[in-house]
């Protein structure tokens, strides 16, 4: 597969910019022609990770999310490669996080995003060190319908 | 404010547009100030007008559902999209309410 385009989407980390963010990151996948239902995981795999950027990465401070997502095509098949990063507070212990159920939030929170994201997409990876931030990359093949 | 209606001690609350971190609070909030109002044996939270949900939504029923169980009330959903159905089984909330599909 070649690189056929790519784009970056920096915002401050406030509620407001997550719909921004997954509706932005899903028109530019619309380039690989997906389903409805895989637009669908899309937006809701970005919403996951930038929402815990904001409520776990910065929590009550503020900072800047930034997301960065690769195209690529063959004749064959298209991905999309999406990156969300933060320079957040990072993550303790990323093996307990990944735990369905598992949160450090309040009662508005389920622990489910990080579940989510796993289930909606083929490759997933998280980073993270400690007052540095975390980085969430999410890899999802869109196969080409005739 | 959310659109609801009272039938005998049924209220059915009804969401509408994007779920997530932004508007989940306020959703939340909107409900339980209906249950508290209302008392209902039955909550039934329709999300045919619900567009996107994340796990927002989850936490959302998830904490409806425990504040109508310590009255002893029931919960269940209704008319709930094909893609926030799939979120909602990963969570296993359909182990724990009925979801219906209509209201
Ligand atoms: N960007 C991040 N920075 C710091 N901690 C994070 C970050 N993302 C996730 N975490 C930690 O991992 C835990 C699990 O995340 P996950 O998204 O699975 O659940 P949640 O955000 O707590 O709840 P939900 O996603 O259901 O609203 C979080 O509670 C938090 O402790
Ligand atoms: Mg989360």
């Known amino acids: 597969m070649y690189l056929s385009n790519e784009m970056a989407l920096s915002f401050p980390a406030k509620s407001a910019n997550e719909g921004f963010a ?12 997906p389903t409805v239902e895989e637009l669908a ?10 929402t815990n950027a904001i409520v776990h990465g910065y929590k009550e401070t503020t900072g800047i999310v930034h997301i960065k997502a690769k195209l690529y095509s063959d004749s064959f098949a298209g991905k999309i ?5 933060d320079s957040g507070e990072g993550i303790k212990d990323i093996k307990q996080a990944l735990e369905p159920c598992f949160t450090t939030g309040a009662d508005d929170r389920a622990g489910m995003g990080f579940t989510i994201m796993q289930s909606f997409t083929d490759k ?4 993270s060190s400690l007052g540095k931030g975390t980085t969430v990359l999410m890899e999802k093949t869109i196969v080409r319908r005739s | 404010m959310a659109a609801y209606t009272v039938n005998n001690d049924v209220l059915t609350v009804q969401f509408k ?11 939340a909030k909107e409900a339980d100030e209906l249950i508290t109002k209302y008392e209902p044996s039955l909550l039934i939270l329709d999300f045919g007008g619900v567009t996107f949900s994340d796990s927002s939504g989850i936490a959302v029923v998830l904490g409806r559902y425990k504040k109508m169980t310590a ?8 008319s709930v999209p094909k893609s926030i159905k799939r979120i909602f089984s990963l969570a296993a909330l359909d182990k724990l309410v009925k979801i219906r599909e209509n209201v």
């Open chain 2, 17 to 27: 547009g994007e779920i997530d971190h932004h508007s989940a609070g306020r959703m």
């Open chain 1, 124 to 127: 997933f990876r998280v980073t």
């Open chain 1, 22 to 33: 997954r509706v932005s990151v899903a028109a530019f996948a619309a380039q690989l022609d």
């Open chain 1, 81 to 85: 490669v999406i990156t969300v990063r």
């Open chain 1, 41 to 50: 995981e899309i937006k809701t795999v970005v919403s996951e990770a930038v």
């Open chain 2, 71 to 78: 009255k002893g009330g029931q919960t269940e959903l209704a």
